[in-house]
T-cell receptor, first 113, second 115 residues
Framework: DAKTTQPNSMESNEEEPVHLPCNHSTISGTDYIHWYRQLPSQGPEYVIHGLTSNVNNRMASLAIAEDRKSSTLILHRATLRDAAVYYCIRTSLYGGSQGNLIFGKGTKLSVKP | DSGVTQTPKHLITATGQRVTLRCSPRSGDLSVYWYQQSLDQGLQFLIQYYNGEERAKGNILERFSAQQFPDLHSELNLSSLELGDSALYFC??????????????FGPGTRLTVL
């Protein structure tokens, strides 16, 4: 049970921003939100993670709703290289079996030139 | 390049056979994770080792086993192979691995084909 809900697919144009949504309505106060992506024929790649407040790194931004029941991964300017399956994953702060990455089906992002 | 290495890249074998997949974590990482990715099941967590000890278990079959050695590299052993075991097997590592806060770094995978 991935415990998150994402759209199956999204399309974007190159050099435009992309907002990838994720619902996690049953999230607990100590659950992190992670985003990984998997490019074709490669292993998953870490993108970003957060707990309560918005986060930025060189790859993307993560906006977490105030009630934490949803979040949005923001790619500021999509490139062709960003075409991948994006996974939104909850993990428990306390680790164990709930601290591991449980992958759902993710969102397949297509980027058009 | 994540710094995680996996060998071999490809493996073709027959049903009933046994194979060993090898993973070297990033330098300094104490935890190793194994995942299986097949077309029908998606990416599934199999097992985690932390500093040589099994830490968490996922959907790992009894025919599969893993271990982590003192130098922290890990091996995944798959025995009595069936056609349905054909999949991509990924290894990942993390610095610690005792918290859901940890970031995992994935290797390029081993593609196993069982004929």
């Amino acid at each position: 049970d991935a415990k998150t809900t994402q759209p199956n697919s999204m399309e974007s144009n190159e050099e435009e921003p992309v907002h990838l949504p994720c619902n996690h309505s049953t999230i607990s106060g100590t659950d992190y939100i992670h985003w990984y992506r998997q490019l074709p024929s490669q292993g998953p790649e870490y993108v970003i993670h957060g707990l309560t407040s918005n986060v930025n790194n060189r790859m993307a931004s993560l906006a977490i709703a105030e009630d934490r029941k949803s979040s949005t991964l923001i790619l500021h300017r999509a490139t062709l290289r960003d075409a991948a399956v994006y996974y939104c994953i909850r993990t428990s702060l306390y680790g164990g079996s709930q601290g591991n990455l449980i992958f759902g089906k993710g969102t397949k992002l297509s980027v058009k030139p | 390049d994540s710094g995680v290495t996996q060998t071999p890249k490809h493996l073709i074998t027959a049903t009933g056979q046994r194979v060993t997949l090898r993973c070297s974590p990033r330098s300094g990482d104490l935890s190793v994770y194994w995942y299986q990715q097949s077309l029908d099941q998606g990416l599934q967590f199999l097992i985690q080792y932390y500093n040589g000890e099994e830490r968490a278990k996922g959907n790992i079959l009894e025919r599969f086993s893993a271990q982590q050695f003192p130098d922290l590299h890990s091996e995944l052993n798959l025995s009595s192979l069936e056609l349905g075991d054909s999949a991509l097997y990924f290894c990942a590592s993390s610095e610690v691995g005792t918290s859901g806060r940890d970031t995992q770094y994935f290797g390029p995978g081993t593609r196993l084909t069982v004929l």
